[in-house]
């Protein structure tokens, strides 16, 4: 038996300009942030032919072509398992949809645990990148690179993504005393919505292949934010990364108007009234998790948990998809 867990991410700023439509004319810039909360997959080999596949469904099938779930689908195919004996469970600390990268992570620890099996090594770089392969290049989502780069390296992470397509990776350079100040007042509240990014990235992606000009400013606006929030992190200039999380925010919701809605506006500005410096909401947006930098934690969960959010403690992850087992 494998197993596998792969890191869920938070976003620190540069969301969106990671989707090839943007990246390919303009080039992206993004922070992530790997957290100890994990998508986990297992393989073990059966004795009856076929695959065995457990995640919210159930699937058995000896016909690769006939699995329904399209990122195991894809993947099995990709690394040359057309006819194995094959168990395949998935579990996750978070459910998916709720905006901190949760298809990323099972597709990297898939290919971990496929290439384990095979007894393959492999670089986090080359992960992600095969990662980024199914997902937009053989299933032709609509999504951006961070969610694969962010589980496969782990850590606070800055991603370049160039013109050409390839990406550079490099650590946030943040001092122990910043990074235990991130994990200790950074606070991650569940507003009990859950949506498909493909859907709200999809819109964004049609605008900047179009070139609109809202669109295009929208996200050269979030790059220069993200390299200021790189400069205050790297500065510990903590008060500074919080009014940037709010123009981040004020600035996210004109891209869709799906983007937010009348409950987490009201979270959101209850949260800034009750302990809160700055906030926003993390992923492609219409629902998942509220994030804020708190000045007053204890006043902070009290009031949010008064309101009916549920919070998830977290602390950072540095080791990136890896083999458990």
Not at 7 to 14: E, V
Not at 267 to 277: C, D, I, M, V
Request: proline fraction near 3%; charge should be neutral; glycine fraction near 10%.
């Amino acid at each position: 038996m494998i197993i596998t867990r792969s890191p869920l991410r938070i976003t620190f700023g540069g969301g969106g300009t990671d989707l090839r439509s943007y990246y390919e004319q303009h080039g992206g810039f993004l922070i992530a942030g790997a957290i100890d909360k994990y998508v986990y997959i297992t393989l073990h080999r059966v004795f009856p032919p076929g695959y065995i596949i457990k995640y919210s469904q159930m699937e058995r099938t000896e016909d690769i072509n006939k699995i329904k779930h399209p990122i195991v689908r894809e993947s099995l195919k990709l690394l040359g398992f057309e006819k194995e004996y094959l168990e395949l469970t998935s579990m996750a600390d978070i459910p998916s949809g709720t905006g901190l990268g949760s298809s990323g992570s099972f597709t990297t620890a898939l290919l971990k645990g496929l290439h384990s099996y095979h007894k393959h090594l492999i670089h986090p770089k080359e992960l992600a990148e095969q990662a980024c392969k199914v997902e937009i290049d053989l299933l032709k989502e609509p999504i951006g690179k961070q969610d694969q780069y962010a589980a496969s390296y782990g850590g606070l992470t800055c991603f370049e993504f160039e013109k050409n397509g390839s990406v550079k990776a490099y650590p946030l350079n943040v001092s122990k005393e910043t990074l235990y100040d991130l994990e200790d007042n950074l606070l991650l509240f569940f507003t009990g919505y859950s949506r498909s990014a493909s859907s709200i990235l999809k819109e964004q992606d049609d605008k900047s292949r179009e070139s609109d000009p809202d669109m295009v400013k929208n996200l050269h606006f979030v790059k220069k934010l993200a390299l200021e929030s790189k400069a205050a992190l790297e500065a510990a200039n903590m008060p500074r990364y919080a009014e940037i999380m709010n123009e981040h925010w004020d600035n996210k919701k004109h891209r869709s108007r799906a983007m937010s809605n009348k409950n987490i506006d009201d979270w959101y500005s209850l949260g800034l009234k009750n302990g809160a410096l700055g906030g926003k909401l993390i992923g492609a947006g219409g629902g998942g998790f509220l994030m804020f930098y708190a000045k007053d934690t204890a006043k902070l969960r009290n009031t949010m948990r008064g309101a009916g959010l549920e919070e998830v403690r977290f602390r950072f992850d540095f080791e990136g998809t890896k083999v458990v087992i």
